[in-house]
């Protein structure tokens, strides 16, 4: 058994920070990451060039001094959105974040007309701009804990097809139907994998009582989907990466009687990676799928300095204070025995 576990400096490649107050608690969580993709779902949200230059710059502001962190920057993704706006982005941001319109947290302008799209994701393919996904149907005939399968047949795999050249993230897969899609493909299609889809089912958001801490989107589905994301995670498939889509609320937003969707596992996204990887016996893979992986699709050099986890006590954090109220930490339902080693 080791009691350490060197790392080259990860990436977050799915973060959501928020603004203005949420932002300045929460910016400084990150700290243990070397870059993050950020989720730019504001509101109003950031779709211009302009927009996404002033959100980094707060970013950027919000950062404790010395934390060196760099925030990469996604365009949001309207019906509105042409190809010159993607011009525009380039050298201001890596990708562009596809919202089906009310699929979750602050999507009310995402895109209504995915098929309307594809002259901009024409030029997002010539232009080398990533496509992320948040893949999920929003057809309220559609079970909730299907939505994902549903939106790879009837939106994604046809919108790949119409646009091949196109590099593309099905985002926080949550089922073993987006595990398979993902190792389906060639080239041109990775999947990043959160930490809380690897450590809690829907019996963790429902049985015994409505566990709100627990409720995200995609929604937590059957343990069988669970166990799927982890052989993919810790499988060593270079087709998989870490994206933590970490999303912070306060509880009068997360316990209100229509709770806000999203996991606020900053702070202790490597501690449950480093207890599910060991678990799984698989060690030797969280480096790949916390550094490497991810930095090779996006095109990023790999981080040169290291980070290192120790094992310790058992810990919990508490949660985070802002001026709008409290943020809780996410609990993945176990002791944290890991934590980052003094100095590293």
């Not at 190809?83 to 380039?90: G, L, R």
């Not at 196109?166 to 595990?179: D, Q």
Request: glycine content about 8%; aromatic content about 6%.
């Amino acid at each position: 058994m080791t009691d350490t576990i060197i790392l080259h400096r990860p990436d977050d490649l799915h973060l959501h920070l928020r603004d203005g107050a949420i932002l300045s608690a929460v910016a400084g969580q990150s700290a243990d990451f070397a870059r993050a993709i950020i989720m730019p779902n504001l509101v109003p949200p950031v779709t211009k060039a302009d927009a996404i230059a002033a959100y980094r710059a707060r970013i950027e502001a919000a950062c404790p001094a010395g934390m060196a962190f760099e925030p990469l920057m996604t365009l949001y993704l309207t019906d509105d959105t042409t190809p010159e706006d993607i011009d525009a982005i380039e050298g201001v941001a890596v990708a562009a974040k596809l919202y089906p319109a009310h699929a979750t947290t602050n999507s009310a302008s995402g895109v209504n007309d995915i098929e309307g799209l594809t002259p901009v994701l024409e030029r997002m393919a010539e232009r080398g701009i990533l496509l992320l996904v948040h893949g999920e149907v929003t057809d309220h005939s559609v079970d909730i804990f299907d939505r994902e399968a549903v939106f790879l047949e009837r939106v994604l795999d046809p919108m790949r097809r119409r646009v091949p050249g196109l590099k593309v993230v099905l985002e926080h897969i949550s089922s073993a139907v987006g595990v398979d899609y993902v190792k389906s493909a060639e080239a041109g299609l990775a999947g990043t994998i959160t930490a809380h889809h690897l450590v809690i089912d829907r019996n963790d958001l429902l049985v015994g009582g409505i566990r709100p801490y627990n409720y995200c989107l995609p929604i937590v589905k059957r343990a069988r989907d669970r166990v799927a994301l982890v052989e993919a995670a810790t499988g060593g498939d270079t087709r998989f990466f870490f994206g933590s889509d970490s999303a912070p609320h306060t509880d009068p937003k997360k316990l209100g009687p229509c709770g806000a969707a999203g996991c606020f596992t900053a702070p202790v996204s490597l501690p449950i990676l480093a207890h599910v990887f060991e678990e799984a016996d698989r060690l030797d893979t969280l480096d790949p799928f916390l550094s490497r992986n991810g930095a090779r699709f996006y095109g990023l050099p790999e981080a040169e300095t290291t980070i290192t986890l120790e094992r310790c006590a058992p810990y919990a954090l508490d949660p985070i204070e802002t001026p709008e109220g409290p943020i809780a930490v996410f609990d993945p339902g176990f002791a944290l025995t890991w934590r980052l080693a003094p100095g590293a």
